[in-house]
């Protein structure tokens, strides 16, 4: 594109939530944590008050809404990915708002929070950086030791458990889930934030996001009606355990089946799968998703790992006003990393190139606003391209997985394996 495009600013300094809205978010948060009745249990935070740091898993909308429960009447400054500001980038900075693009290393990002902590206020992250997508932890990110150390303020947890059951992020239709649960856990006070080293304050927070959803689900008895409650679930569950085909899964209502070899599962109202013919590969969600990512490793160790080019429709956000149709392109992630090259509105070519080092993991989106299908979010730290893969058997989770595992085994190769959790 030929004109100059506005570029979001991300060196302005944070707001202070404004005196005037700190009661309408709490307003607008606390009618869905009664109707979920949920339930935060404080562990070591008798007496804490701000500044601190308040690390929080990522499921669903509502963990925002019980994260500002959990924190009242203090303030907090969130960060927020730039899509999260979209026609409401004012709005969002007077509540405290802070914009990252994801999976990128910002050193600006690292200033805002530290101007947050001496403005005596919560520093609020949400270190997996997406939604889960099967209700387990995702990738943390290695630097989050240093930080924690850097910010030198109390480390927090806040560990929400039922959001993903009550809104799956590959089926965001609310299910109703009631009570849901959460811990807000001091993991280190300042003087034990000294004491220990970056590594142990990672191993502390790794072992402190360590969840499953669907294990609480089981384990509290809590049962899930919807009559659709696994349409979407072949979004995750891309490869048939049956018959080893990738892509050719589908669903509907509460049942899963592979359309190569037919084979059919039933998603129960306990959130079990089980097979209506033949054994039952995988009844835990999470366990079939593991083992994808098993597969894909594989490929990875044997050098094979490929997604072909994909024809692909690229949409940029280089501000937080609208999505710009970038153009038509084709997407490729090999061993190597992802490349994107396409052709914009104006006949200039674009290229985007990721390189296996440069991501520990990359964010995804499954139907996106309900109308541009599934896409992988690619950042610079100017801009943001959504890619949208269409026209062709593929799969945005694999792509997910592939992209960790790479980086995984080029980090081992390198004689720096990651520590389980983090990258």
Not at 6 to 20: H, N
Request: proline fraction near 5%; hydrophobic fraction near 35%; aromatic fraction near 10%.
């Amino acid at each position: 594109m030929k004109q100059q495009i506005e570029r979001f600013d991300m060196k302005r300094p944070p707001i202070r939530t404004r005196w005037f809205l700190r009661p309408l978010t709490y307003l607008l948060s606390v009618p869905e944590v009664l109707t979920h009745r949920a339930r935060i249990r404080r562990i070591r935070a008798d007496g804490l008050k701000p500044p601190y740091v308040l690390l929080c898993n990522h499921n669903a909308f509502l963990d925002f809404k019980v994260a500002t429960k959990a924190i009242w009447p203090h303030r907090a400054n969130y960060v927020v990915a730039i899509d999260g500001f979209i026609g409401r980038e004012e709005l969002l900075r007077q509540v405290g708002c802070i914009c990252k693009r994801k999976f990128t290393s910002d050193i600006t990002l690292v200033r805002q929070l530290k101007r947050v902590v001496q403005n005596g206020d919560v520093a609020m992250i949400y270190p997996e950086a997406r939604y889960s997508l099967c209700g387990t932890t995702a990738v943390l990110p290695a630097s989050l030791g240093k930080l924690c150390k850097l910010l030198g303020v109390p480390v927090v947890t806040l560990i929400c458990h039922g959001h993903h059951i009550d809104s799956p992020f590959w089926n965001l239709h609310k299910r109703g889930v009631r009570p849901t649960e959460a811990e807000l856990t001091v993991l280190f006070t300042p003087e034990e934030l000294k004491a220990a080293s970056a590594d142990e304050v990672n191993a502390r927070i790794v072992e402190a996001f360590q969840y499953d959803e669907y294990a609480w689900q089981k384990a509290r008895g809590i049962r899930v009606t919807y009559p659709k409650r696994a349409e979407g679930l072949e979004k995750v569950l891309y490869q048939c355990p049956a018959c080893q085909t990738e892509f050719q899964m589908a669903s509907e209502g509460t049942h899963l089946f592979c359309k190569a070899c037919k084979k059919r599962w039933e998603l129960t109202e306990l959130g079990e799968l089980r097979a209506e013919q033949g054994e039952t590969e995988f009844s835990h969600i999470p366990d079939w998703y593991e083992w994808e990512r098993k597969n894909v490793r594989r490929e990875v160790d044997a050098g094979t790992y490929d997604s072909g080019e994909l024809p692909v429709t690229v949409r940029s956000l280089p501000n937080a006003k609208r999505f710009l149709l970038l153009g038509e392109g084709t997407l490729r992630h090999t061993m190597n990393g992802f490349t994107v090259r396409g052709t914009d509105a104006d006949g200039d070519p674009f290229c985007m190139e990721k390189s296996v080092p440069s991501m520990y993991s990359c964010h995804i989106e499954y139907e996106y606003l309900g109308k541009f299908g599934d896409c992988v979010d690619l950042n610079t730290l100017e801009d943001t391209w959504y890619i949208y893969p269409h026209d062709c058997a593929f799969s945005v989770t694999k792509m997910a997985l592939a992209t960790e595992e790479l980086y995984f085994a080029d980090r081992e190769k390198a004689g720096h394996p990651c520590k389980p959790g983090l990258a």
